[in-house]
């Protein structure tokens, strides 16, 4: 396992998310480190290439952190950032091509189904992305009521469908395995109610 690339790599993500020019703010930072601790377990489960999988978590989101004009395209572009650093590390061409596979492959909302991720690591990263969600819902809940300003059931219900999708977007053997996670979730935010006090 390259630990050197991985340790640089979280280093330079967290300063990207840190800078002020990053509209999505730090809680991009934990949207991405929650994507590489599931493609991780997901690369385990599915046999997947482990050190191909994390580098490309790590990276998949690259693009809209350094450049928020880059968000449309920025699993197009964070595959040429991607290719640019892992070139000074003189990393592997093969590997560094499944990498950015990996990166342009991620965005369930941006393809269709002849487009879907075929390999292990590009259904673990997609995967990932997709469930990452689950793990950070104070950041969705923010997007909705401090970045978008909506009101209580516009806001709930935004949170709600968001997590839908991105629960749909999984694989068939990822939605079994998430099936739990997801009820959970699901479960409190579905259930909470406003309280008068």
Same mark, same amino acid.
Do not use: W
């Given at each position: 396992m390259c630990t050197d690339i991985i340790e640089y790599l979280q280093k330079e993500v967290r300063?990207?998310? %840190?800078?002020?020019?990053? /509209?999505?703010?730090? +809680?991009?930072?934990?949207?991405?480190?929650?994507?590489? #601790?599931?493609? =991780?377990?997901?690369?385990e489960k599915y046999g997947a290439d482990k050190e191909v999988t994390i580098i490309a978590a790590w990276l998949h989101d690259i693009a809209s952190v350094t450049d928020y004009?880059?968000? =449309? %395209?920025?699993?197009?572009? +964070?595959? %040429?950032?991607?290719? =640019?650093?892992? +070139?000074?590390?003189?990393? $592997?061409? $093969? #590997?560094?091509k499944l990498v950015k596979s990996c990166i342009k492959n991620h965005r369930g909302s941006v393809r269709s189904a002849c487009e879907a991720p075929v390999g292990k690591e590009e259904i673990?990263?997609? $995967?990932?992305?997709?469930?990452?969600?689950?793990?950070?819902? !104070?950041?969705?809940?923010?997007?909705?009521?401090?970045? /978008?300003?909506?009101?209580?059931?516009?806001? #709930? !219900?935004?949170v709600l469908n968001k997590l839908k999708r991105s629960y749909a977007k999984l694989s068939e053997e990822s939605r079994k395995f998430y099936c739990g996670k997801y009820e959970r979730v699901m479960g409190i935010i579905g259930k909470s109610k406003t309280i008068n006090i």
């Open positions: 300063a990207r998310c %840190e800078a002020p020019s990053n /509209k999505f703010g730090i +809680g991009c930072y934990y949207h991405i480190e929650a994507v590489v #601790k599931n493609a =991780e377990l997901l690369a004009s880059l968000y =449309e %395209e920025h699993h197009i572009r +964070g595959a %040429e950032i991607a290719e =640019e650093i892992l +070139g000074r590390f003189g990393y $592997d061409i $093969d #590997k560094t673990c990263v997609a $995967d990932a992305d997709a469930i990452s969600h689950f793990d950070n819902v !104070s950041s969705l809940l923010f997007l909705a009521y401090g970045t /978008k300003g909506m009101d209580y059931e516009t806001g #709930k !219900s935004f």
